[in-house]
């Protein structure tokens, strides 16, 4: 069906369903305008709006978090690393594998990540352990 046919039988519809309704013609085509590009929309056909393959893989690679200079080179953004939850999960760490008459908890536990997750065995149950830096608070 094309945009105008569907255009036609929406109008044509409406008129049934309103008969005595006094109709503004020009807001209801765009309502059908608006409905024809949502239907093709969600059924997957191109319309005029659609995006280029180009444009497409830009917007892959923003939503990925790729950065492209404006030379067109791939620029990797680092993370800085936190030393402070480093030492904190190492701490958590050794006081799992130590041993003595209170340890080791569990199986000793396992680094998931090095700023963030330990996970360990007690008892036969899995725990895990997520260290969580807050942001600080905004002075107004």
């Not at 929406?10 to 807001?27: A, F």
């Not at 056909?45 to 497409?56: D, G, R, V």
Request: charged share 35%; net charge negative; with cysteine.
């Amino acid at each position: 069906m094309t945009k105008e046919q569907f255009i036609d039988q929406y109008l044509d519809k409406y008129e049934q369903e309103h008969p005595d309704e006094r109709i503004d013609y020009t807001e209801l085509r765009e309502q059908a305008d608006c409905a024809w590009y949502d239907q093709e929309v969600e059924h997957g056909t191109a319309t005029e709006y659609a995006l280029t393959a180009e444009q497409e893989q830009v917007s892959k690679d923003l939503r990925k978090g790729r950065a492209v200079d404006a030379y067109g080179k791939e620029r990797k953004r680092e993370r800085k690393e936190n030393h402070d939850k480093r030492f904190i999960i190492s701490v958590l760490h050794e006081a799992m594998q130590a041993t003595g008459e209170h340890a080791p908890l569990g199986d000793g536990g396992t680094v998931v990540n090095p700023e963030r997750q330990i996970d360990f065995m007690l008892n036969g149950v899995a725990y895990s352990i997520t260290l969580t830096a807050h942001r600080p608070k905004k002075d107004k």
